[in-house]
């Protein structure tokens, strides 16, 4: 499972679809959004969290798609599917991975990022807190979804029609938490709900992925 692991880890380095596509898309999304919207300081700063999470989840989906696609093309999905490791396991080493690539090189952007749209000072552990907290559910709702739809022609389109309305509850918590510590609240529910959330996806979508991609490999 570690080779796996790093096996994945190397291939979206070198290919770049992982770290440089969500990345790459995060920076130029908050890049244009003074541009749309204005560049009034007081705005940015009320549309900041949410413009954040908006461009730390979409980034998240844009290589959810390759997540198990490759591996069935290649046939290297039906090898990991007989090995001596559960899929339940694979799926969760990959969507580890995923999150290794994408989602952590944005939550270390994302304080640079707020700057540009002039996030309160007393937001920004907090944008890195619910980022840290939140897109490890992005990347294993994500798997599921590419769990179900590996090997359907435009499988990338409908894996984001699938994967989107799940990604809704971590959004709203997560800009929740990072409004109300800019505003001096408490956050401490938000931050537990969005925790919560977290740890279901973490401890059951690896199963229910698995499920899917043993009906796929039928």
């Known amino acids: ?3 796996l692991f790093w096996r994945d880890i190397t291939l979206a380095f070198r290919s770049g679809g992982g770290f440089g596509l969500g ?3 995060f920076l130029i ?3 244009l959004v003074p541009f749309g919207v204005g560049p009034d300081s007081a705005r940015l700063e009320t549309i ?3 413009i954040l999470w908006v461009g730390a989840l979409l980034a998240c989906l844009l290589s959810l798609d390759r997540l198990f696609a490759l591996d069935f093309e290649d046939g290297s999905l039906d090898l990991l599917a007989t090995a001596p490791i559960p899929l339940e396991g694979v799926v969760a080493i990959k969507a580890l991975a995923h999150w290794i690539t994408t989602g952590l090189p944005l939550v270390i952007a994302a304080p640079a990022l707020g700057f540009l749209l002039h996030l309160d000072g007393a937001a920004y552990r907090w944008l890195v807190v619910t980022l840290l907290i939140g ?3 992005l990347s294993f709702i994500g798997a599921f979804g590419a769990a179900l739809t590996v090997g359907l022609k435009r499988g990338g389109l409908l894996m984001s029609l699938l994967v989107l ?3 809704i509850p971590t959004l709203i918590f997560g800009a929740e938490v990072v409004r109300r510590g800019a505003e001096g609240f408490l956050v401490g529910t938000p931050l537990a709900m969005q925790a919560g959330i977290t740890a279901g996806a973490v401890a059951l979508l690896p199963f229910a992925a698995a499920a899917a991609l043993r009906v796929a490999l039928r």
């Open 1 to 3: 499972m570690i080779r």
């Open 23 to 25: 990345l790459g898309f």
């Open 29 to 31: 999304l908050v890049t």
């Open 48 to 50: 900041a969290p949410g």
């Open 135 to 137: 897109t490890p559910a």
């Open 165 to 167: 309305p799940l990604y």
